[in-house]
Protein backbone atom coordinates (compact mmCIF):
# COMPACT_ATOMS: atom_id res chain seq x y z
CA UNK A 1 0.00 0.00 0.00
CA UNK A 2 1.30 3.11 -0.56
CA UNK A 3 0.25 6.63 1.00
CA UNK A 4 1.36 10.13 1.45
CA UNK A 5 4.63 10.52 3.69
CA UNK A 6 2.24 13.23 5.78
CA UNK A 7 -0.58 10.35 6.58
CA UNK A 8 1.60 7.76 7.35
CA UNK A 9 3.57 10.19 9.76
CA UNK A 10 0.56 10.97 11.43
CA UNK A 11 0.17 8.91 15.19
CA UNK A 12 -3.19 6.69 16.39
CA UNK A 13 -4.85 8.67 18.64
CA UNK A 14 -3.66 6.42 22.17
CA UNK A 15 -7.20 7.65 23.99
CA UNK A 16 -9.21 6.24 20.96
CA UNK A 17 -7.09 3.18 20.50
CA UNK A 18 -7.76 2.46 24.37
CA UNK A 19 -11.21 2.90 24.37
CA UNK A 20 -11.86 0.67 21.71
CA UNK A 21 -9.81 -2.10 23.34
CA UNK A 22 -11.66 -1.65 26.20
CA UNK A 23 -14.88 -2.32 24.44
CA UNK A 24 -13.57 -5.79 23.14
CA UNK A 25 -12.08 -7.12 26.31
CA UNK A 26 -15.98 -6.02 27.38
CA UNK A 27 -17.49 -7.60 24.56
CA UNK A 28 -15.27 -10.91 25.62
CA UNK A 29 -17.14 -10.27 28.91
CA UNK A 30 -13.86 -9.37 30.83
CA UNK A 31 -14.70 -7.11 33.79
CA UNK A 32 -12.85 -4.31 32.83
CA UNK A 33 -12.75 -1.08 35.03
CA UNK A 34 -12.15 2.08 32.08
CA UNK A 35 -9.98 4.91 33.92
CA UNK A 36 -9.08 5.97 30.21
CA UNK A 37 -12.35 7.77 29.42
CA UNK A 38 -12.60 11.46 28.29
CA UNK A 39 -16.62 11.17 28.24
CA UNK A 40 -18.82 10.83 31.67
CA UNK A 41 -21.64 8.94 32.12
CA UNK A 42 -24.44 11.30 32.20
CA UNK A 43 -27.37 11.56 29.96
CA UNK A 44 -27.38 14.70 27.64
CA UNK A 45 -29.84 17.26 28.92
CA UNK A 46 -33.32 17.18 28.27
CA UNK A 47 -33.10 20.44 26.73
CA UNK A 48 -31.06 19.06 23.65
CA UNK A 49 -32.93 16.13 23.55
CA UNK A 50 -35.98 18.12 22.72
CA UNK A 51 -34.48 20.31 20.64
CA UNK A 52 -33.20 17.83 18.29
CA UNK A 53 -36.29 16.02 18.33
CA UNK A 54 -37.96 18.80 17.54
CA UNK A 55 -35.91 19.37 14.49
CA UNK A 56 -36.23 16.16 13.77
CA UNK A 57 -40.01 15.70 13.82
CA UNK A 58 -39.94 18.63 10.77
CA UNK A 59 -38.39 15.99 8.71
CA UNK A 60 -36.70 19.21 6.99
CA UNK A 61 -33.11 17.92 7.65
CA UNK A 62 -30.68 19.68 5.26
CA UNK A 63 -27.40 21.51 4.68
CA UNK A 64 -26.91 24.30 6.67
CA UNK A 65 -25.08 27.38 6.61
CA UNK A 66 -21.13 26.01 6.67
CA UNK A 67 -20.51 28.59 9.60
CA UNK A 68 -23.76 27.37 11.53
CA UNK A 69 -27.88 27.99 12.00
CA UNK A 70 -28.04 31.57 13.28
CA UNK A 71 -29.74 30.83 16.38
CA UNK A 72 -27.01 28.95 17.31
CA UNK A 73 -24.59 31.06 16.17
CA UNK A 74 -26.38 33.27 18.41
CA UNK A 75 -26.46 31.18 21.25
CA UNK A 76 -23.05 30.71 21.55
CA UNK A 77 -22.65 35.17 21.09
CA UNK A 78 -24.85 34.89 24.18
CA UNK A 79 -22.63 32.26 26.11
CA UNK A 80 -19.60 34.02 25.50
CA UNK A 81 -21.25 37.37 26.69
CA UNK A 82 -22.39 35.67 30.11
CA UNK A 83 -19.15 33.49 30.47
CA UNK A 84 -16.31 35.95 29.27
CA UNK A 85 -17.91 38.97 29.93
CA UNK A 86 -16.75 39.39 25.81
CA UNK A 87 -19.21 41.05 23.26
CA UNK A 88 -18.77 39.73 19.91
CA UNK A 89 -21.21 39.11 17.04
CA UNK A 90 -22.35 36.04 14.98
CA UNK A 91 -19.81 37.00 12.52
CA UNK A 92 -17.06 36.26 14.95
CA UNK A 93 -18.44 32.49 15.47
CA UNK A 94 -18.01 29.42 13.64
CA UNK A 95 -19.29 26.13 14.27
CA UNK A 96 -17.77 22.81 13.68
CA UNK A 97 -17.81 18.97 14.12
CA UNK A 98 -16.77 19.68 17.61
CA UNK A 99 -13.79 21.39 19.52
CA UNK A 100 -11.40 19.08 17.45
CA UNK A 101 -12.59 20.01 13.88
CA UNK A 102 -12.66 23.91 14.90
CA UNK A 103 -8.77 23.31 16.16
CA UNK A 104 -7.80 21.40 12.83
CA UNK A 105 -9.41 23.65 10.62
CA UNK A 106 -8.18 26.80 12.61
CA UNK A 107 -4.65 25.31 12.56
CA UNK A 108 -5.09 24.60 8.81
CA UNK A 109 -6.31 28.50 8.64
CA UNK A 110 -3.25 30.16 10.47
CA UNK A 111 -0.23 27.57 10.14
CA UNK A 112 2.47 28.01 6.61
CA UNK A 113 4.53 25.32 5.90
CA UNK A 114 7.10 24.99 8.12
CA UNK A 115 5.58 27.63 10.85
CA UNK A 116 5.98 26.41 14.50
CA UNK A 117 3.44 26.40 17.12
CA UNK A 118 4.46 25.98 20.53
CA UNK A 119 2.33 23.71 22.58
CA UNK A 120 2.93 23.13 26.90
CA UNK A 121 3.69 19.99 28.14
CA UNK A 122 1.82 17.86 29.03
CA UNK A 123 -0.29 18.55 26.27
CA UNK A 124 -3.38 17.15 24.93
CA UNK A 125 -2.56 14.22 22.44
CA UNK A 126 -4.13 15.67 19.16
CA UNK A 127 -1.97 18.80 19.18
CA UNK A 128 1.05 17.92 17.61
CA UNK A 129 -0.76 15.39 15.17
CA UNK A 130 -2.92 18.06 14.05
CA UNK A 131 0.14 20.53 13.92
CA UNK A 132 1.92 18.19 11.45
CA UNK A 133 -0.94 17.47 9.50
CA UNK A 134 -0.66 21.23 8.35
CA UNK A 135 2.51 21.05 7.78
CA UNK A 136 3.05 22.89 10.68
CA UNK A 137 6.23 22.32 13.18
CA UNK A 138 4.98 21.70 16.51
CA UNK A 139 7.42 22.78 19.53
CA UNK A 140 7.29 21.26 22.75
CA UNK A 141 7.63 23.45 25.62
CA UNK A 142 7.91 21.79 28.99
CA UNK A 143 8.27 23.00 32.46
CA UNK A 144 11.62 23.05 33.83
CA UNK A 145 10.76 22.63 37.04
CA UNK A 146 9.13 19.26 36.88
CA UNK A 147 5.76 20.34 37.65
CA UNK A 148 2.72 20.97 35.31
CA UNK A 149 3.15 24.85 35.67
CA UNK A 150 5.04 26.50 32.89
CA UNK A 151 6.48 29.73 32.93
CA UNK A 152 7.49 32.80 30.40
CA UNK A 153 11.37 31.46 31.36
CA UNK A 154 9.94 28.28 29.86
CA UNK A 155 8.13 29.54 26.82
CA UNK A 156 10.73 32.57 25.74
CA UNK A 157 14.12 30.11 24.21
CA UNK A 158 11.29 28.28 22.29
CA UNK A 159 9.72 31.30 20.41
CA UNK A 160 11.39 32.24 17.45
CA UNK A 161 10.53 34.39 14.18
CA UNK A 162 8.71 30.77 13.28
CA UNK A 163 6.23 30.84 15.63
CA UNK A 164 2.95 31.58 14.67
CA UNK A 165 0.95 30.27 17.58
CA UNK A 166 0.75 28.90 20.95
CA UNK A 167 -1.80 26.71 22.18
CA UNK A 168 -2.93 26.77 25.98
CA UNK A 169 -5.31 24.16 27.52
CA UNK A 170 -6.44 25.64 30.80
CA UNK A 171 -7.79 23.78 33.07
CA UNK A 172 -5.44 21.20 31.07
CA UNK A 173 -5.72 17.52 30.13
CA UNK A 174 -4.28 15.50 31.66
CA UNK A 175 -3.30 17.20 34.09
CA UNK A 176 -6.07 18.95 35.19
CA UNK A 177 -4.03 22.09 36.08
CA UNK A 178 -5.35 25.66 35.85
CA UNK A 179 -2.51 27.77 34.80
CA UNK A 180 -2.10 30.98 37.14
CA UNK A 181 -4.59 33.95 35.88
CA UNK A 182 -0.75 35.88 36.02
CA UNK A 183 0.50 33.32 33.73
CA UNK A 184 -2.51 33.97 30.78
CA UNK A 185 -2.04 37.67 31.08
CA UNK A 186 1.77 37.51 30.65
CA UNK A 187 0.85 35.34 27.58
CA UNK A 188 -1.74 37.54 26.15
CA UNK A 189 0.60 40.55 26.58
CA UNK A 190 3.46 38.41 24.91
CA UNK A 191 1.59 37.39 22.30
CA UNK A 192 0.15 40.79 21.65
CA UNK A 193 3.14 42.68 21.41
CA UNK A 194 5.11 39.82 19.31
CA UNK A 195 2.48 39.38 16.61
CA UNK A 196 1.61 35.61 17.74
CA UNK A 197 -1.75 34.14 17.85
CA UNK A 198 -3.01 32.58 21.50
CA UNK A 199 -5.38 29.71 21.01
CA UNK A 200 -7.00 29.19 24.10
CA UNK A 201 -8.75 25.63 24.22
CA UNK A 202 -11.63 26.66 26.92
CA UNK A 203 -12.88 23.02 26.48
CA UNK A 204 -13.15 22.03 29.63
CA UNK A 205 -13.73 25.93 31.11
CA UNK A 206 -16.27 25.36 33.41
CA UNK A 207 -15.21 22.10 35.00
CA UNK A 208 -13.38 23.94 37.88
CA UNK A 209 -13.25 22.39 41.52
CA UNK A 210 -12.97 23.95 45.35
CA UNK A 211 -14.51 27.22 44.32
CA UNK A 212 -11.45 28.19 41.32
CA UNK A 213 -12.00 29.58 38.52
CA UNK A 214 -10.59 29.91 35.12
CA UNK A 215 -8.97 33.23 34.05
CA UNK A 216 -10.35 33.93 30.71
CA UNK A 217 -8.05 35.75 28.19
CA UNK A 218 -10.38 38.15 27.20
CA UNK A 219 -9.50 39.98 30.80
CA UNK A 220 -5.91 40.35 29.55
CA UNK A 221 -6.29 42.04 25.94
CA UNK A 222 -7.30 45.95 25.68
CA UNK A 223 -7.90 44.64 22.15
CA UNK A 224 -10.98 44.85 19.89
CA UNK A 225 -11.96 41.57 18.68
CA UNK A 226 -10.94 42.04 15.28
CA UNK A 227 -7.46 42.85 16.32
CA UNK A 228 -6.77 40.84 19.29
CA UNK A 229 -4.41 37.80 18.74
CA UNK A 230 -6.81 36.01 21.12
CA UNK A 231 -8.59 33.14 19.94
CA UNK A 232 -10.98 30.88 21.72
CA UNK A 233 -12.16 27.22 21.10
CA UNK A 234 -14.95 25.64 22.99
CA UNK A 235 -17.84 23.05 22.55
CA UNK A 236 -20.33 21.08 24.32
CA UNK A 237 -18.51 17.73 24.73
CA UNK A 238 -16.99 18.10 28.21
CA UNK A 239 -19.21 20.92 30.05
CA UNK A 240 -22.88 19.08 28.57
CA UNK A 241 -20.76 15.56 28.47
CA UNK A 242 -22.17 15.60 24.93
CA UNK A 243 -19.39 13.85 23.30
CA UNK A 244 -21.11 12.08 20.74
CA UNK A 245 -23.20 15.53 19.23
CA UNK A 246 -19.93 16.75 17.67
CA UNK A 247 -20.42 20.32 18.01
CA UNK A 248 -17.73 23.11 18.69
CA UNK A 249 -17.09 26.41 17.86
CA UNK A 250 -14.07 28.72 17.32
CA UNK A 251 -14.27 32.90 18.22
CA UNK A 252 -12.09 34.60 16.37
CA UNK A 253 -12.18 38.09 14.29
CA UNK A 254 -14.54 38.15 10.93
CA UNK A 255 -11.86 37.81 8.74
CA UNK A 256 -10.57 34.63 10.53
CA UNK A 257 -13.90 33.20 10.73
CA UNK A 258 -14.68 33.66 7.05
CA UNK A 259 -11.37 32.22 5.82
CA UNK A 260 -12.04 29.02 8.27
CA UNK A 261 -15.88 28.69 6.45
CA UNK A 262 -14.19 28.81 3.30
CA UNK A 263 -11.94 25.51 4.65
CA UNK A 264 -14.62 24.03 6.39
CA UNK A 265 -17.05 24.95 3.66
CA UNK A 266 -14.52 22.34 1.11
CA UNK A 267 -14.20 19.93 3.93
CA UNK A 268 -17.65 19.06 5.48
CA UNK A 269 -19.89 21.72 4.54
CA UNK A 270 -21.57 22.10 7.53
CA UNK A 271 -22.33 20.46 10.91
CA UNK A 272 -25.62 18.73 11.33
CA UNK A 273 -28.58 20.47 11.64
CA UNK A 274 -29.89 17.82 14.42
CA UNK A 275 -26.75 18.26 16.03
CA UNK A 276 -26.86 22.05 15.92
CA UNK A 277 -29.99 22.10 17.35
CA UNK A 278 -29.49 19.66 20.26
CA UNK A 279 -26.21 21.86 20.93
CA UNK A 280 -28.68 25.41 21.15
CA UNK A 281 -30.76 23.18 23.17
CA UNK A 282 -27.97 22.68 25.77
CA UNK A 283 -26.85 25.92 25.57
CA UNK A 284 -30.23 27.94 25.67
CA UNK A 285 -31.75 25.21 28.87
CA UNK A 286 -31.30 25.27 32.30
CA UNK A 287 -27.58 24.93 32.81
CA UNK A 288 -28.30 23.26 36.39
CA UNK A 289 -26.42 19.77 33.71
CA UNK A 290 -23.29 21.77 33.93
CA UNK A 291 -23.08 22.17 37.60
CA UNK A 292 -24.56 18.75 38.44
CA UNK A 293 -21.75 16.98 36.50
CA UNK A 294 -19.21 19.52 37.55
CA UNK A 295 -20.03 18.17 41.40
CA UNK A 296 -20.00 14.58 40.30
CA UNK A 297 -16.63 15.36 38.76
CA UNK A 298 -15.49 16.55 41.90
CA UNK A 299 -16.88 14.27 44.25
CA UNK A 300 -14.54 11.61 41.98
CA UNK A 301 -11.93 13.26 41.81
CA UNK A 302 -11.71 13.58 45.59
CA UNK A 303 -12.14 9.95 46.00
CA UNK A 304 -9.37 9.36 43.48
CA UNK A 305 -6.94 11.59 45.39
CA UNK A 306 -7.71 10.15 48.85
CA UNK A 307 -6.93 6.57 47.38
CA UNK A 308 -3.94 7.68 45.27
CA UNK A 309 -2.27 9.78 48.72
CA UNK A 310 -2.36 6.17 50.59
CA UNK A 311 -0.70 4.79 47.38
CA UNK A 312 3.06 4.35 48.63
CA UNK A 313 5.22 6.16 46.22
CA UNK A 314 2.87 7.65 43.95
CA UNK A 315 3.44 11.86 43.10
CA UNK A 316 0.14 13.35 42.83
CA UNK A 317 -0.64 16.66 42.30
CA UNK A 318 -4.25 17.32 42.62
CA UNK A 319 -6.28 18.22 39.84
CA UNK A 320 -8.00 21.88 39.63
CA UNK A 321 -10.67 20.77 37.46
CA UNK A 322 -11.42 18.20 33.72
CA UNK A 323 -12.06 14.80 34.00
CA UNK A 324 -8.14 13.91 34.99
CA UNK A 325 -5.08 13.60 36.92
CA UNK A 326 -1.78 12.44 35.90
CA UNK A 327 -0.09 10.89 38.91
CA UNK A 328 3.69 10.05 38.69
CA UNK A 329 4.48 6.18 38.93
CA UNK A 330 8.16 6.39 38.14
CA UNK A 331 8.86 4.81 41.35
CA UNK A 332 6.80 1.51 40.02
CA UNK A 333 7.95 1.79 36.39
CA UNK A 334 9.72 4.62 34.33
CA UNK A 335 8.15 3.35 30.98
CA UNK A 336 4.74 4.18 31.05
CA UNK A 337 3.65 2.55 27.85
CA UNK A 338 4.79 -0.80 29.55
CA UNK A 339 2.59 0.20 32.89
CA UNK A 340 -0.37 1.16 31.03
CA UNK A 341 -0.60 -2.19 29.41
CA UNK A 342 0.83 -4.24 32.05
CA UNK A 343 -2.14 -2.57 34.15
CA UNK A 344 -4.57 -3.70 31.43
CA UNK A 345 -3.48 -7.10 31.14
CA UNK A 346 -3.09 -8.24 34.93
CA UNK A 347 -5.31 -5.81 36.80
CA UNK A 348 -8.18 -5.57 33.43
CA UNK A 349 -7.62 -1.54 34.18
CA UNK A 350 -7.74 0.91 31.36
CA UNK A 351 -5.29 3.79 31.92
CA UNK A 352 -3.38 6.11 29.97
CA UNK A 353 0.40 6.09 29.41
CA UNK A 354 1.89 9.66 29.88
CA UNK A 355 4.30 9.40 27.35
CA UNK A 356 1.43 10.12 24.90
CA UNK A 357 0.77 13.48 26.84
CA UNK A 358 5.09 14.62 26.57
CA UNK A 359 5.51 13.21 30.56
CA UNK A 360 7.06 9.83 30.72
CA UNK A 361 6.79 7.92 34.02
CA UNK A 362 3.22 9.42 34.66
CA UNK A 363 -0.50 7.62 33.86
CA UNK A 364 -3.71 9.50 32.88
CA UNK A 365 -6.22 8.52 35.26
CA UNK A 366 -9.98 9.51 34.17
CA UNK A 367 -12.37 10.38 37.49
CA UNK A 368 -15.21 10.82 35.00
CA UNK A 369 -16.83 7.26 35.65
CA UNK A 370 -18.42 5.92 38.26
CA UNK A 371 -17.14 6.15 41.99
CA UNK A 372 -17.29 2.45 42.28
CA UNK A 373 -15.15 2.68 39.11
CA UNK A 374 -12.83 4.73 40.71
CA UNK A 375 -12.15 3.00 44.03
CA UNK A 376 -12.03 -0.67 42.54
CA UNK A 377 -9.87 0.76 39.49
CA UNK A 378 -7.29 2.05 42.30
CA UNK A 379 -7.70 -1.10 44.03
CA UNK A 380 -6.79 -3.02 41.42
CA UNK A 381 -3.88 -0.96 40.38
CA UNK A 382 -2.45 -1.08 43.58
CA UNK A 383 -3.22 -4.69 44.04
CA UNK A 384 -0.78 -5.42 41.18
CA UNK A 385 1.80 -3.04 41.95
CA UNK A 386 2.34 -3.87 45.28
CA UNK A 387 4.82 -5.97 46.05
CA UNK A 388 3.43 -7.76 49.51
CA UNK A 389 -0.35 -8.30 47.57
CA UNK A 390 -1.64 -11.47 47.42
CA UNK A 391 -0.54 -13.30 44.22
CA UNK A 392 -4.35 -13.94 43.07
CA UNK A 393 -7.77 -12.28 43.57
CA UNK A 394 -10.72 -12.96 42.38
CA UNK A 395 -13.25 -10.30 40.77
CA UNK A 396 -16.82 -12.92 40.54
CA UNK A 397 -15.69 -16.29 38.98
CA UNK A 398 -12.46 -14.56 37.07
CA UNK A 399 -9.07 -14.77 38.88
CA UNK A 400 -7.00 -12.18 38.21
CA UNK A 401 -3.33 -13.34 38.78
CA UNK A 402 -0.47 -10.96 39.44
CA UNK A 403 3.54 -11.52 38.26
CA UNK A 404 6.38 -8.97 38.37
CA UNK A 405 6.68 -6.07 35.57
N1 LIG B 1 -9.44 19.76 23.38
C1 LIG B 1 -9.17 18.99 24.46
C2 LIG B 1 -8.16 19.46 25.43
C3 LIG B 1 -9.83 17.77 24.64
O1 LIG B 1 -9.56 17.02 25.72
C4 LIG B 1 -10.76 17.34 23.67
C5 LIG B 1 -11.48 16.01 23.79
N2 LIG B 1 -10.83 14.99 24.40
C6 LIG B 1 -11.01 18.18 22.58
C7 LIG B 1 -10.34 19.38 22.47
C8 LIG B 1 -11.99 17.78 21.50
O2 LIG B 1 -13.30 17.91 21.91
P1 LIG B 1 -14.53 17.59 20.94
O3 LIG B 1 -15.19 16.38 21.47
O4 LIG B 1 -15.39 18.82 21.05
O5 LIG B 1 -14.00 17.42 19.56
Not at 334 to 346: A, D, I, P, Y
Amino acid sequence: MSVSKLASSILESPTLRLNEEAAKLRERGEAVIHLGAGEPKNKAPISAILSAAARLNTGDIKYTPTDGISSLKKAIVRYTEENYDKIIGPDNVIVSQGAKQALFNLLYTLVNPQDEVIVFAPYWVSYPEMIKMVYGIPVIVTPEDGTFYPTMKDLEPAVSSYTRAIIVNSPNNPSGVIYPPGFIQQLVEFCEMKGIYLIMDDIYHKLVFDGKTCASAYKFTTKDIELSKVIVINGISKLYGMTGFRIGWTIASRQLVAVMTNVQGQTSTCTSILLQAAAEGALTGLQSAIETLRLTLENNRNVMIQQLRAFNGVKINPPDGTYYCLPDFRAYNKNSVELSNFLLKKALVVTVPGKEFGMEGHLRLSYATTVKDVTQGIERIKWALDPTSPNEIYIGERKLVRDWL
